[in-house]
């Protein structure tokens, strides 16, 4: 059975620093994209930052700059160091993998096969 198990959520002022991670188990992914995604109270779903097979790194343009995905084959794991936070940054942040080993800066929830429970992040002003 594949578990995603998300870690690294808390809460931290506005301009601080998270870092997320992302455990996989019950099969290997490194020939595998995964993926952050992030939901806010009230809104859809939306797409943060992806990691191909490969390593090649997609992000959406709310966090260009200021997030970095990162992955470990050998421990399983994927990676999102979070740095500037601001409050509206605020979600809860899942993790996700895919059985395609491709990714793009347009990706969606629909193309992602596996999902994590998801970890809250909430930045204060």
């Known amino acids: 059975q594949v578990q995603l198990a998300e870690s690294g959520g808390g809460l931290v002022q506005a301009g601080g620093s998270l870092r997320l991670s992302c455990v996989a188990s019950?099969?290997?992914?490194?020939?595998?994209?995964m993926a952050w995604f992030r939901q806010a109270p009230g809104k859809e779903r939306e797409f943060v930052a992806a990691?191909?097979?490969?390593?090649?790194?997609y992000y959406a343009d709310s966090v260009k700059g200021r997030f970095t995905i990162s992955r470990d084959n050998a421990k399983n794991t994927v990676y999102l160091q979070m740095n500037s936070l601001e409050p509206e940054d605020t979600a809860v942040y899942y993790c996700?993998?895919?059985?395609?080993?491709?990714?793009?800066?347009?990706?969606?929830?629909?193309?992602?096969?596996?999902w994590g429970q998801g970890t809250q992040v909430t930045v204060s002003s």
């Open positions: 990691i191909s097979w490969g390593g090649s790194t």
């Open positions: 019950g099969r290997t992914f490194s020939n595998n994209a």
């Open positions: 996700a993998a895919r059985n395609a080993g491709h990714a793009s800066a347009t990706a969606t929830t629909r193309e992602f096969d596996y």
